[in-house]
């Protein structure tokens, strides 16, 4: 007679200290800052008036003048938006704000708001665009007469 032993095992056998090693991938882009550049010679130049009884002076994104309320306006001025260029990461949107601010002359001063010509912009596919910004003076009955400057920010912000 026989007998048959058999032996079964259902996990296999591994060896001590087995590792098993794969390897995996890394990426980065990195961009070209964005940059805002003031257009030389550019200014947002609210033109010539008189303050009348007071009332505003808008100067569009695109240079328009206009007036309204008491504020007249007087020939000879010379209107216009101001500009300026965006440099940076090609076809890569932006966000544009422009800040409100005052113009003044000795101690007199007027307040004033900004409106880009756009919210947003997209840089070319060579990575520039440029942008006007236009603005809203206010002129109290009692402006005095003589010439205001002042500034005002504007920041370009990668979206």
Same mark, same amino acid.
């Given at each position: 007679?026989?007998?048959?032993?058999? /032996?079964?095992?259902?996990?296999?056998?591994?060896?001590? @200290?087995?590792?098993?090693?794969?390897?995996?991938?890394?990426?980065?882009?990195?961009?070209?800052?964005?940059?805002? $550049?003031?257009?030389?010679?550019?200014?947002?130049? *609210?033109?010539?008036? +008189?303050?009348?009884? =007071?009332?505003?002076?808008?100067?569009?994104?695109?240079?328009?003048?206009?007036? +309204?309320?008491?504020?007249?306006?007087?020939?000879? =001025?010379?209107?216009?938006?101001?500009?300026?260029?965006? /440099? =940076?990461?090609?076809?890569? %949107? *932006? /966000?544009?704000? $422009?800040?409100?601010?005052?113009?003044?002359?000795?101690?007199?001063?007027?307040? *004033?708001? %900004?409106?880009? /010509?756009?919210?947003?912009? %997209?840089?070319?596919?060579?990575?520039?665009?440029?942008?006007?910004?236009? @603005?809203?003076?206010?002129?109290?009955?009692?402006?005095?007469?003589?010439?205001?400057? @002042?500034?005002?920010?504007?920041?370009?912000?990668?979206?």
């Amino acid at each position: 007679m026989f007998a048959v032993v058999m /032996s079964a095992s259902t996990s296999p056998a591994f060896a001590a @200290g087995e590792t098993d090693t794969k390897q995996g991938s890394a990426t980065a882009t990195v961009v070209a800052p964005i940059a805002l $550049t003031h257009t030389s010679s550019a200014a947002l130049n *609210f033109g010539k008036f +008189t303050a009348g009884t =007071g009332g505003t002076v808008v100067v569009t994104a695109a240079g328009a003048q206009s007036a +309204t309320g008491g504020v007249a306006i007087v020939t000879g =001025g010379s209107p216009s938006a101001d500009a300026f260029s965006v /440099s =940076g990461d090609a076809s890569r %949107t *932006f /966000s544009i704000v $422009t800040a409100s601010s005052t113009v003044a002359s000795g101690g007199a001063t007027l307040s *004033f708001t %900004t409106t880009p /010509s756009a919210a947003t912009g %997209t840089l070319s596919g060579a990575g520039t665009t440029t942008f006007t910004v236009g @603005g809203t003076l206010t002129v109290p009955g009692t402006a005095t007469a003589g010439a205001y400057s @002042g500034t005002y920010n504007a920041t370009v912000t990668y979206n």
